[in-house]
């Protein structure tokens, strides 16, 4: 058998090289590129020292793990002993995850014909099955792999984010509730440009049993003016005096209006306590507002401030 150790060498720094990177990005670390690519020299190297019979009593979980501390330290340094653990720790779920999606996706795309290929048969007569993977299946497979794993792990953490954000809102209108979750979103600076009072923005549909059919229509297609023209001619709305309209700016800039209602009172409740406020405007959406559904209004912070 022929082995080309200046390709093995050159594979696997491509590889750790790949590796640190995702780390890097997981844990949003900067790193320098110089650095990051002696770190993936030193695991390549340690990688072509398999084929030399000498120095097989390297091969061992505690210079393994030798190397891969030396490697952390030499792309991103020690830092504090936290921080180190915590970077030596992803860099390995980095690893193993890269590893298992090769193992998993090429297990998914062989075929009958490459298990038989791999059959092997043993002194006593079991057969054993050899996993024969070519060069560019793992450069392919582990590089997909990385990227999709940085996606996800980006998902959780962005989800994680969202969470610590959210909270749930309580509204009272003449003794009806309707409670749902809401972000809280310090880019929500809409306020009734009268009295100054902070608009929380809710999805109309949480209101669809209060609300006429035609106004959730209206809410939907930003026909919200003719709502207000056509008071009284379509029945008696029997929160007609609270309603109010608050212009904003839309999307293309121009001036458009949201129909409002003022309610009696929103509370708001965090894990770090309640929240309750009068001075409050409930803007209606006509669509949706998270397209996971994660949340169904977007709390002004000033009723969390005022606090």
């Known amino acids: ?41 030193l695991g390549a190297s340690y990688v ?25 330290w030499i792309a991103f340094g020690f830092g504090s002993l936290q921080q180190f653990l915590r970077t030596l720790g992803t860099f390995y779920l980095v690893n193993f995850a890269g590893a298992g999606g090769i193992f998993g996706l090429n297990y998914v795309f062989q075929t009958s014909g490459d298990i038989m290929n791999g059959i ?42 969202l969470t610590a954000h ?24 809409l306020y009734d440009p009268l009295t100054r009072t902070p608009v929380m923005v809710m999805e109309a549909s949480r209101l669809s049993e209060q609300l006429p059919d035609s106004w959730l229509k209206r809410i939907r297609a930003a026909e919200v003016e003719q709502i207000i023209t056509a008071m009284g001619t379509e029945g008696e709305f029997v929160w007609q005096d609270r309603l109010r309209l608050i212009p904003y700016r839309g999307v293309n800039r121009s001036t458009q209006f949201m129909l409002a209602i003022k309610p009696d009172k ?30 169904h209004a977007i709390i002004h912070p000033k009723l969390v401030d005022a606090s």
């Open 48 to 72: 072509v020292m398999m084929f030399v019979p000498p120095l097989s009593f390297l091969f061992t979980f505690v210079i393994k793990l030798l190397v891969s501390l030396c490697m952390i």
């Open 166 to 189: 959210l909270a749930e809102v309580t509204v009272v209108i003449e003794g009806v509730v309707f409670q749902c979750t809401g972000l809280i979103d310090t880019g929500n600076q």
């Open 1 to 41: 058998m022929v082995v080309y150790a200046d390709l093995i060498f050159l594979l696997n720094v491509v590889i750790d090289a790949a590796i640190l990177l995702v780390t890097a990005r997981t844990r949003r670390l900067s790193f320098n590129p110089w650095r990051m690519v002696i770190s993936a020299a």
């Open 266 to 295: 929103v509370i708001i409740t965090q894990s770090s306590g309640q929240v309750e406020a009068t001075k409050v405007l409930i803007g209606l959406d006509g669509g949706q507002l998270s397209g996971d559904g994660a949340y």
């Open 120 to 161: 092997l048969f043993s002194q006593t007569g079991a057969t054993h099955f050899t996993l024969r993977i070519e060069t560019w299946t793992v450069i392919l497979l582990g590089g997909g792999t990385l990227v999709l794993y940085r996606l996800i792990f980006a998902g959780v953490k962005r989800k994680e984010e």
